[in-house]
């Protein structure tokens, strides 16, 4: 399918690792020029160097903070400037701590909130001015699934993702008649670093080791199967692209019809 991305300018956060540099490298493979974002300057580089590598496309690597406002305005303007505006925003950065209740602190909690949940805010905030004076623009927010399907496991990730589909709803209102779409798109298990790190953690709380957390993730899903970063940005860039002009203001999971609960037992 034909996306008739090519030539389109996208800012894409959490771009150096997992989810976000799939959809980086997918966006640039279609013919968009791409600014990534990550807190490290070194892996943001190495990414940047081996997407334009592939696919010929202008990469620019910006290494920022998504919680911090100052470094967010800071990142998105030279992004303007590097690339000539931003017709597409992909939000991935950020992660949030899983644990029991009884475990989480306070710092964990804001943690979650002021990166997966604030994060998302301040970069749409910073971008949004730049798409109503262009008169259009697709954003699109990677959000969790336990946004959608809560988790006793995933408290303080479900609270952030639960408060980003919110915001989303809000502002396709907003700004769906400025010619702006806004969509989310909700994965569940993704195979990558982060979720290794994941199952871990999960493994612990749980009194199992890692292999009997992954088989109860898998378990967990329909399908039988843990989604991969491509799966994920493929959706991504058909949401961004002038092929899904009517799909506005949704949450699409990619999940595999995952049931958190059993995941749990």
């Not at 081996?50 to 919680?67: C, W, Y």
């Not at 995933?154 to 969509?183: C, H, W």
């Amino acid at each position: 399918m034909e996306l008739n991305l090519a030539g389109k300018k996208a800012f894409v956060t959490g771009g150096s690792k997992g989810i976000g540099r799939a959809v980086a490298l997918q966006l640039a493979r279609e013919g968009v020029d791409v600014a990534i974002t990550a807190r490290g300057a070194a892996d943001l580089e190495i990414t940047a160097k081996e997407i334009a590598t592939e696919t010929g496309r202008k990469i620019v690597p910006l290494a920022g903070d998504m919680s911090s406002t100052e470094d967010v305005n800071r990142c998105v303007a030279e992004a303007v400037e590097a690339l000539g505006g931003v017709d597409i925003l992909v939000t991935c950065a950020g992660s949030s701590p899983g644990g029991l209740l009884e475990e989480l602190t306070d710092e964990q909690w804001m943690q979650s909130l002021g990166l997966k949940f604030l994060g998302y805010v301040r970069t749409v905030r910073a971008v949004v001015p730049h798409m109503v004076e262009a008169g259009s623009g697709a954003i699109v927010l990677v959000v969790g699934n336990d946004g959608l399907k809560p988790s006793f496991w995933e408290m303080t990730a479900g609270a952030a993702n639960a408060a980003d589909l919110n915001f989303a709803s809000s502002i396709a209102d907003q700004y769906g008649p400025k010619g702006i779409r806004v969509n989310t798109v909700n994965p569940g298990p993704v195979d990558t670093d982060r979720w290794d790190t994941l199952e871990k953690a999960f493994a612990r709380d749980m009194g199992v080791d890692q292999a009997e957390a992954r088989r109860r993730a898998e378990a967990s899903i329909p399908v039988g199967k843990i989604t991969q970063p491509e799966e994920v940005a493929a959706l991504v860039a058909f949401l961004a692209s002038d092929v899904a002009p009517t799909i506005h203001g949704a949450h699409i999971p990619i999940d595999g019809g995952q049931r958190k609960p059993l995941m749990e037992r």
